[in-house]
């Protein structure tokens, strides 16, 4: 019996840990101590937490308390996590607009499958969104895109064939490129109108994590240099967030941000991006949203944000398997 009450305690004791190391991940205890890496695994530490919770359910003990005291503090953050279904009615007339990497169309085959430009294609054409920022655009890959008379590209770099594309269904105006500085990734910016009102569309892609097969946090040889790999990109993460809002802070429009940020809900680059502004998933979003597998569990990385006052109507990520993002929409109204 006093073995069982050591072992018991000892498990308790882990699970305060893990379930401390996610609120200080997801900052539920405030910012003032960052954890990288963590705060990218919040989504697996919560389901170990979720597992701790159900066996002390199933054994009535009283570490259950530990869960619900920490779901309790960190509701607030949890709501980036997951969202619950909304039930009312939804009023879907307004613009749309869809944000996908499509992974160069998947020029180096790493899905099975040759049709994959003609298959993205068609899943566009069956959705229908007015406009489409793509990241990963490949130009010498890319189908014609037929129904979308309106097309702006911007390479990544110099002359490159990969960049941000953004196609339309309403005339693309002022349209830049926004460059980042020693980075493959970049994006761009446009103007529309809709209405007779001006709106900004910006479509970003941030510095991405480069994990390779050797990554790992198991491997002592290579644990330490996956952690300062994680580290050095989510500083250049956070250089270049700060240089898109300079350039925001330059618009007058209400705007659109379509973004593959490359990083999660409770990254510090999350926070300097969605800071007054509105993501469109706790808007309207349901469940996890996942639109990337990373390690083997699923992440929220791509985001579509806007300014307060444009009215987020619906939210969608589409279960589509022909890049490793999956593709998100919505649709709004500006008032």
Request: glycine residues 6%; positive net charge.
């Amino acid at each position: 019996m006093k073995q069982k009450k050591i072992f018991i305690g000892i498990v308790a004791l882990f699970n305060a840990g893990l379930l401390f190391i996610q609120l200080l991940a997801m900052g539920s205890l405030g910012y003032w101590i960052e954890l990288p890496l963590f705060s990218l695994l919040v989504p697996l530490l919560f389901f170990i937490n979720l597992v701790f919770f159900i066996f002390w359910v199933v054994r009535f003990q009283w570490p259950l308390l530990l869960f619900i005291l920490a779901v309790t503090i960190g509701y607030d953050e949890l709501q980036l996590l997951y969202q619950f279904e909304d039930k009312g009615i939804r009023i879907e007339s307004g613009i749309s607009v869809m944000s996908y990497n499509v992974r160069s169309f998947n020029r180096f085959n790493w899905i099975d499958s040759k049709n994959i430009p003609a298959e993205i294609e068609g899943f566009i054409n069956k959705e229908q969104p007015d406009i489409v920022c793509f990241q990963e655009y490949a130009q010498n890959e890319a189908p014609d895109f037929e129904k979308y008379p309106y097309k702006i590209f911007k390479p990544y770099v110099g002359s490159g064939q990969i960049g941000s594309c953004i196609i339309s269904k309403f005339p693309l105006l002022n349209s830049k490129s926004i460059s980042f500085k020693e980075s493959k990734n970049g994006g761009m910016y446009t103007d529309f109108l809709w209405k007779k009102d001006t709106l900004r569309l910006y479509n970003v892609h941030f510095e991405s994590l480069r994990i390779d097969s050797k990554d790992t946090l198991i491997a002592a040889e290579y644990s330490q240099k996956f952690r300062r790999k994680i580290n050095e990109v989510f500083k250049i993460q956070n250089q270049q967030v700060a240089q898109f809002n300079d350039i925001k802070n330059l618009n007058e429009y209400p705007e659109i941000i379509c973004t593959d940020l490359n990083n999660n809900a409770f990254s510090k680059s999350y926070l300097n991006l969605s800071r007054g502004r509105k993501d469109s998933f706790l808007e309207k979003g349901e469940g996890f949203g996942a639109t990337y597998n990373f390690l083997k569990f699923p992440l929220r990385i791509d985001f579509i944000m806007s300014s307060p006052k444009i009215n987020i109507l619906s939210y969608k990520t589409h279960k589509v398997n022909l890049s490793d993002h999956k593709p998100i929409s919505i649709i709004f109204q500006n008032p």
